[in-house]
């Protein structure tokens, strides 16, 4: 069996302030979890209260709304089981943190404001992750997704010309974790990076604490009361995982690390390659990913790439974001010293959506691999770095 996966938080600085607002986030974060159970019986109850307010003639039109309402709180007590799981394992899952604690949620004395809607809708996508990344209803996204990054690295590095645990993936974005999975599984040396709390909170619970395939199942789509085709499509259930994470190759190495990519990033020319889905429009400034992802990759290292430009800051105030479109990203690119070796232009992919409802919105995303030019030598000759030699610069 493999060894557990392991978590490292960002190293402090030693900001007293910075500490006391990283707890405090973390405590929030946590509060949001358990507000979850009442946050979503809030809205059965609305709903309720409205059926009540209908003429008697039309609510007799209704015989199973009230029951099925009930059936959504079933629903939500089972979601919540797996919520307390998901935050019993948060205590000391960081390898160097052991300044937070869930439970201090209660006992401190700056508990965090009382969560808003923002903090359940970010509760609400992690639970509907579980089927992305780990469910076999997301293998479509998955394949749509993480499959031509995953085909693009055995492609660059492939297991005739080199080896693989020599070869360093980093993942930034990583999410819950299943594209740095698949391709340390394959046996590439992989670590993923994740800036959100409640992805990371997810991710070391189902990386590390669920014991074998589909042990757990939740109700990812019950808060969606609008366009469903079936009332039943509500309350379906997805279990997951549809692999056991704990069944790793021995000899797989595999880490996810906590914190901000611009942060935890520093180092010169230390990965063979940087892959990232669905990730460079979560920049407040998308060039300083860039050049970041240029700095920390080896001479002749590969950057692969697919997604949208759904920019995450935009027009959220009191955040500073820059919106570029992919013209001008593509000439910052090059301006930086990437060389295109592959494009599509129009890869479409979609993004937890649910398959049985009636409204799904599908991302027109790029898909490109740049490679970071080899050094040239005193006698100007070309000199390969430590990763393999390749068979074409050419897609």
Request: glycine letters at 4%; hydrophobic letters at 35%; charged letters at 25%.
């Amino acid at each position: 069996m493999a060894q557990p996966i392991t978590e490292e938080a960002v190293p402090q600085n030693g900001d007293r302030n910075g500490e006391m607002q990283e707890r405090n986030h973390f405590f929030r974060v946590i509060s949001a979890f358990k507000s979850y159970k009442t946050f979503v019986n809030e809205r059965v109850s609305r709903a309720k209260k409205s059926f009540h307010s209908l003429p008697e003639h039309h609510q007799q039109l209704l015989p199973d709304y009230l029951p099925h309402l009930e059936n959504i709180r079933t629903c939500i007590d089972h979601n919540f089981e797996i919520i307390k799981l998901i935050v019993k394992h948060t205590d000391q899952m960081f390898e160097n943190s052991n300044q937070y604690s869930s439970s201090d949620c209660e006992n401190s004395g700056s508990f965090p404001k009382p969560v808003l809607t923002f903090d359940m809708d970010k509760v609400s996508t992690t639970l509907k992750q579980f089927v992305r990344d780990w469910s076999s209803e997301g293998r479509e996204e998955r394949d749509a997704c993480y499959g031509p990054i995953i085909e693009e690295i055995q492609r660059r590095f492939p297991s005739h010309k080199c080896n693989k645990s020599n070869i360093s993936v980093l993942v930034p974005g990583a999410g819950l974790g299943r594209l740095a999975y698949e391709i340390a599984n394959l046996g590439y040396t992989c670590q993923g990076n994740e800036f959100s709390l409640y992805m990371l909170f997810a991710s070391h619970f189902v990386l590390n604490k669920t014991p074998e395939v589909e042990t757990f199942t939740l109700y990812p789509w019950i808060s969606q009361f609008s366009n469903n085709k079936l009332m039943s499509n509500q309350i379906r259930p997805v279990r997951f995982p549809d692999v056991n994470p704990a069944l790793l190759p021995s000899s797989a190495s595999f880490s996810m690390v906590a914190g901000d990519f611009l942060e935890v990033y520093s180092e010169k020319e230390r990965w063979d390659c940087v892959a990232t889905s669905y990730f460079i429009d979560t920049a407040h400034n998308v060039l300083a990913y860039i050049e970041n992802i240029y700095k920390i990759l080896k001479p002749g290292g590969y950057w692969i790439n697919l997604g949208p430009l759904l920019y995450h800051f935009d027009n959220l105030p009191k955040e500073m974001s820059i919106e570029l479109g992919y013209d001008v990203i593509r000439r910052v690119i090059t301006d930086m010293g990437f060389e295109f070796l592959r494009e599509e232009p129009s890869v479409p992919s979609t993004y937890i959506q649910d398959r049985c409802s009636m409204l799904r919105y599908e991302y027109d995303c790029v898909f490109f691999v740049c490679q970071k030019p080899v050094y040239r030598l005193h006698n100007d000759i070309a000199e390969s770095p430590e990763s393999p030699p390749q068979e074409s610069h050419q897609s």
